[in-house]
């Protein structure tokens, strides 16, 4: 006779609980792609871990930078939410002073918030990226490059 398994201890979802949503694993991912230069500065490789679907608005990307890669200044319209994998690298909110974050560290941005983050140089940097897309489905505002001397301050 098999034996049913349970965990949690809320209500048992049954087979008929059709108002529930049920749980999704999914299994495979889209290939990486390569950061557009319009956004990055150096070699940066996206991996898409959760897209938009409704009714969530949240989008999740583990980011891939390579030594010294880094973004644009941007914004976010619901603020974002980073947390560094692996690596070393540098963040810096607009008008304030770069900030080194490693593996293991949370950062939050406020929406619109200008700021930017990258590997720091001679180290690579992973992180997860986590932000809400806006009512016509933007997550980012691109603005403008980070210069040499700001990613060096």
Known sequence: MPTERYCGTGPRVGAGSAKLP???????????KPGPAEWFTG????????AVQAP?????????????????WHTHPFGQTLHVLEGVGRCCTRGGEVQEIRAG???RW???????HGAAPGHFMTHLALQEADESDTTTYWLDHVTDADYGA
């Open 22 to 32: 049920r749980m999704e694993i999914i299994g495979s991912r889209p290939p990486s």
């Open 43 to 50: 070699q940066v490789w996206l991996d898409q871990i959760a």
């Open 56 to 72: 969530s608005r949240l989008t999740a990307l583990s980011v891939h930078f390579s030594p010294g890669a880094r973004t644009a």
């Open 105 to 107: 560290d949370t950062i």
């Open 110 to 116: 406020a929406p619109g918030e200008e700021h930017w």
